[in-house]
Structure formats: C-alpha cells, structure tokens
C-alpha cells in the first residue's frame, strides 16, 4: 500500500441487477464480508421468508437456498430456526468443496448446531456447535453461545436457548470462544469470557450487573489467527455498550487487544487485509471514528478513506486492491456504497440506495443494512437493500 501516491484505478460500474424474484423477502444467508458465492460464482447462498418488520422467533423457520445466476432462480434447498437479520444463519460455502457444500446454523434436539449440506446431492451431516467463522479451507470454525447473544444484542442472537446463556454470571470462566474441527465434529473451548477481563479488565459501566459476551470473529487469511470482539452491556437495555477489539491465535495462545486502550478505541467493524494486517472501525487515539488499519502486535496504525467514513462495513476484494464500504440512513434516509483504492486512498462512490424508514427505525432489530460482499473474481458487489420498499439482494457488475 502506498497512500501518499500511485496511479488512482478504479473498475467501472457497469449494472445493478436485482438478483431475486419479489415474491418473499430475501437476504443474503450470512454476515457482510463473508463469500456467499460457490467458486464458480453459478449460485448464491440465500434466505427467503415472509416476515418483514419483526425480530423472528424460533416458530419463524426460513428457507435456505441458493440462487442460481444462470437459469435466474431461487431453488430451495432446507428450512433453518436459527436466523436473523443481520446474520442470516451464518451460512458459508465450505473450502474443501467450494462449488457444493454450505454450512450453516440451526436448531436440533433442543440446542443449536451447524449443518453441512451437499446441495447437489442434498446430504447432510451435523456438526456439534453453530458457526461465527469458518476457516478459508474449511476445516475449522469458530462458535459463540449464542443463547447470551440473544440476551444482550437480539438482532444479533437466536431464539430458542439452545444453551445456557449463564445470565446471571457477568464473566464466565466456562464459556467464550470455541474451536470446532469439522472434519472430526469435535469442539474445545480456548478463551472464556473470564480471560478477556483479566486482560483488559472493565469499563466504567453504570451498572454492576453488566455481562461481558464476544461477538464477530472472523479468522485471517491462513486460519493461524482470529479476530473478536468482547463487548460490555448492562442488562436489559440497549444502551452503555462498550467494546473492545482483540485477536488469539487458533490454539487459543497469544491473546492480544488490537489498540492500546482497548475500552476506548473501542471497535465495531473489521476485516483481515492480509495475514497480519487488519482493519478495524474504532475510535483513533479514542477520538475520531473510522477505519484503522494495523499490523498486530506492531501499532502501526493509519487511518483509511481520507476521513470520509465514521463506521461501516468494510471488506476487502480478495486481491487487496479495493475495500468496499458501505454507510448508515443519512438523515433522507439514503445509503452509500464505496470503493477505496487501497493504494492510493481514493474514493470512489459507487451507489445509493433508499432505506424506507419501515425498515431503519431507531435500535430496528430488522432494519437493512447494505452489507457488501465480493463475488471470488472481484467482478460483483452483493448488497441486501429494501429501496423498493422489500428485502431483496441486488448485484453490482464491476468491470476492470
């Protein structure tokens, strides 16, 4: 990277397509960031369901399915309980067979799991815990307790307590982060939640019965390291949530906060640049929001984006050039979607789209954010977006 100069390269945006059929509401089936594409880019991995300005609840079951890009339809492959707007059931298309396997959240036999879909022969096998990560060959995962989720962020989490949420314990030292091995279906536990406090300790929090709980992990490039955020809440509210950034290495060794101060650089949103390079959303020096970029453990931090972004959902292409951001509603309303050239810092405005105020209520657990995700050959953008007045997943051609 060299932001100080350099040719400024953009590629030119050629079509938005919306990818879906109107009929139901859909969204893309996991978190901004993660490939929803199949390596041929032949199909996206979807849900559909018929709820539209609600939290779903365990009895809201959607459908999981795939749009096929070359015939233009959705085919239904399986139902999911465990789902939510932000996250969908965090689905991903796994490494060791790209083209035709996901894996994604659910509810079985009264806790949550991950299942493993062949969708061409539409075989499955469980896996023991739901996924916040998968690894890039697909041989790992990282899990969360997603019953505390539901507690403290329910956009975030999923109904039905599939495990004890320990909600009257503020720092477990039984729960945290997990590894899972999804070839052996093995899990081990390899950070508790009492680990991080004695770290980082606490912030100043108005309450004493505040829970501590991890959210958005996301392993680097060659699955050596992961990303995570502890977060802070006092119980039964919405507000006072405080946030540090951290990365462990996959053994569960080297545990390590992101910023100096951790409690007020804070975080919010992140990706992995390279292997040992990553951007954070977080306050610089505790002040300015924005995107920090760093390598770990060496505080080389810079901000991103001349200043333009306070927070969003940054991702990079998977060739390093290009970031994508995306921001909130402005007061019309309106959300943009960005290209930062990574070498040079240029930004490029690429679209807006209307958010129908139905949908971006104040604290909305179903409100629509843009979300971008790369397609394998860095020629789509897909983003989720309710402009005409629906949740449907649109894509953006990009020509080089």
């Known amino acids: 990277m060299n932001p100080e100069g350099g040719t400024v390269r953009f590629p030119l945006v050629s079509e938005i397509r919306r990818m879906t059929d109107l009929k139901r509401e859909y969204l893309v089936a996991s978190y901004y960031g993660i490939n929803p594409f199949s390596a041929s880019q032949k199909y996206i991995v979807v849900l559909a369901t018929d709820i539209k300005y609600s939290l779903p609840t365990l009895g809201e079951a959607a459908t999981i399915g795939i749009i096929d890009t070359e015939a233009g339809k959705f085919v239904p492959l399986a139902q999911t309980r465990t789902w939510n707007f932000q996250e969908g059931c965090m689905a991903h298309w796994l490494g060791t067979a790209p083209d035709s396997q996901i894996i994604f959240n659910d509810f079985m036999d009264g806790g949550y799991v991950a299942r493993v879909l062949d969708i061409r022969t539409v075989k499955e096998r469980i896996i023991c815990r739901p996924v916040s990560s998968v690894s890039p060959d697909g041989t790992k995962a990282v899990s969360l307790n997603y019953a505390r989720r539901r507690l403290t962020r329910p956009d975030y989490g999923y109904d039905g307590r599939g495990e004890d949420p320990r909600e009257r314990i503020p720092f477990p030292d039984d729960d945290g982060l997990y590894l899972v091995d999804i070839e052996k279906n093995t899990s081990r536990l390899i950070l508790t939640i009492a680990e991080v406090r004695k770290?980082?300790?606490?912030?100043?929090?108005?309450?004493?019965?505040?829970?501590?709980?991890?959210?958005?992990?996301?392993?680097?490039?060659?699955?050596?390291?992961?990303?995570?955020?502890?977060?802070?809440?006092?119980?039964?509210?919405?507000?006072?949530?405080?946030?540090?950034?951290?990365?462990?290495?996959?053994?569960?060794?080297?545990?390590?906060?992101?910023?100096?101060?951790?409690?007020?650089?804070?975080?919010?949103?992140?990706?992995?640049?390279?292997?040992?390079?990553?951007?954070?959303?977080?306050?610089?020096?505790?002040?300015?929001?924005?995107?920090?970029?760093?390598?770990?453990?060496?505080?080389?931090?810079?901000?991103?984006?001349?200043?333009?972004?306070?927070?969003?959902?940054?991702?990079?292409?998977?060739?390093?050039?290009?970031?994508?951001?995306?921001?909130?509603?402005?007061?019309?309303?309106?959300?943009?979607?960005?290209?930062?050239?990574?070498?040079?810092?240029?930004?490029?405005p690429v679209a807006r789209f209307y958010e129908p105020v139905e949908f971006y209520r104040p604290l909305s657990h179903w409100r629509c954010d843009l979300h971008p995700r790369w397609s394998p050959r860095g020629n789509i953008l897909l983003v989720n977006s309710t402009h005409e007045n629906t949740r449907q997943v649109y894509g953006i051609s990009l020509e080089y």
Not at 326 to 344: F, N
């Open 199 to 348: 770290l980082i300790g606490v912030p100043e929090m108005q309450d004493k019965n505040a829970l501590m709980w991890f959210a958005h992990t996301l392993f680097n490039k060659d699955a050596s390291r992961i990303f995570f955020l502890a977060r802070m809440r006092e119980k039964d509210t919405r507000i006072q949530q405080r946030t540090a950034s951290l990365t462990i290495d996959a053994d569960g060794k080297n545990l390590r906060p992101c910023f100096p101060e951790p409690w007020e650089w804070g975080g919010s949103h992140y990706d992995w640049y390279s292997r040992d390079m990553l951007m954070v959303t977080a306050a610089y020096e505790g002040k300015e929001w924005g995107p920090v970029i760093f390598t770990v453990g060496k505080g080389d931090y810079r901000m991103v984006g001349k200043g333009l972004f306070e927070d969003g959902h940054g991702t990079f292409s998977r060739d390093g050039r290009y970031m994508a951001m995306d921001t909130y509603p402005d007061g019309t309303g309106m959300q943009g979607l960005y290209l930062v050239d990574m070498e040079t810092d240029a930004v490029l």
